[in-house]
């Protein structure tokens, strides 16, 4: 099975939402931070265990890596550390390393907690990452979030992956231990994009996106993945209640990607009847409302050739938001 959690509040004003994930771990990273702003940062830690785990934080700032007195967290419980009481207003990433494996999630808050984003950690850095979410259009800003806590340099290439095609970021230097944020507007222009990253020193990678429909600001978050996969499958959706579910989908191949989507219901499964057919290195969007009024509903995207995937949703005119990368499998 396939799980998520989301959350909301003030009335679902505003939301969050992520992902599981499938195993603890004694080590996660956490790309995405922020207590600049007025920005409310919290790292969640759960111990399923049944001992006691012991629990220490690094900060990777942009002026380098600050550590945090460990912590226990008893076995089978929850902690939550708000970080903006270890560290001076910044942008930061999280190492998290525990002696018992433990799972870590980030929550950010702002406006008063008028808007906030959530998202998993990744247990390892790795020197590949996509992105299927993306764009300056329809009011929205977008941000990669790139994470070096190893001790070399990073070299980082990133390219954008249009609907008309891909476009070559220029190289970017992250320094050991630190973080850095990239705005890819003046790259892009005004486009929906997913994001191809290739570095020579293993990093993390999140994106997040920021939006104001006029009710305040809004935004949600996610943590990339680290390879393509065949198959996609998102556990969140809905059509219901006013709100609105797109599907992401990315195709990072030199070849015509068809993706076959099938949508499955509290009634039973309901495939879509034409498949999505993909340019190379390009980016495609599917409204499930479009195709499927009216239902909750899961996703499962199967391509022809590899894909990455992620699924956002909207309400109250998109003044709410959240969104999620989906599992993904090879058959």
């Given amino acids: 099975m396939v799980c998520e959690r989301s959350m909301y509040w003030g009335g679902r004003i505003e939301g969050h939402d992520s992902i599981g994930v499938t195993e603890p771990s004694t080590h996660w990273y956490l790309a995405e931070g922020c207590m600049n702003y007025g920005f409310e940062e919290y790292v969640s830690i759960q111990n399923p265990g049944s001992s006691s785990s012991k629990v220490t934080f690094t900060y990777n700032t942009p002026a380098g890596p600050k550590k945090r007195q460990p912590f226990s967290v008893a076995p089978r419980s929850r902690k939550t550390i708000k970080v903006n009481d270890d560290v001076a207003p910044s942008d930061i ?114 994106r997040s996106m920021y939006w ?16 393509a996969t065949y198959n996609c499958f998102l556990a969140e959706g809905t059509t219901l209640y006013g709100f609105e579910t797109f599907v992401l989908i990315a195709n990072p191949n030199n070849v015509e990607n068809s993706v076959q989507v099938t949508y499955l219901t509290p009634g039973g499964v309901e495939p879509r009847v034409e498949p999505v057919v993909i340019p190379p290195y390009s980016r495609t969007t599917i409204s499930v409302n479009a195709d499927l009024p009216g239902r909750d509903v899961s996703i499962m995207l199967v391509g022809t050739e590899k894909i990455v995937a992620e699924r956002a949703m909207y309400w109250n005119g998109r003044g709410g938001g959240h969104d999620s990368i989906g599992y993904m499998s090879n058959p």
């Fill in 93 to 206: 990433s999280v190492k998290v390393s525990a002696t018992v494996a433990v799972v870590a999630e980030r929550s950010m808050y702002w406006d008063g907690r008028r808007g906030g984003h959530d998202s998993i950690g990744t247990s390892d850095p790795a020197g590949q990452w996509f992105l299927a979410e993306g764009s300056t259009k329809w009011g929205f800003d977008t941000f990669i979030l790139v994470q070096n806590p190893s001790t070399k340099d990073a070299r980082v290439k990133m390219i954008f992956l249009t609907d008309t095609g891909p476009v070559d970021a220029p190289p970017l230097e992250v320094k050991a231990g630190t973080r850095q944020t990239v705005n890819p507007r003046a790259l892009v222009g005004n486009a929906d994009f997913s994001t191809s990253i290739k570095s020579d020193v293993s990093i993390i990678c999140e």
């Fill in 212 to 227: 104001n429909n006029g009710t305040g600001k809004a935004g949600h978050d996610t943590i990339g993945v680290k390879e």
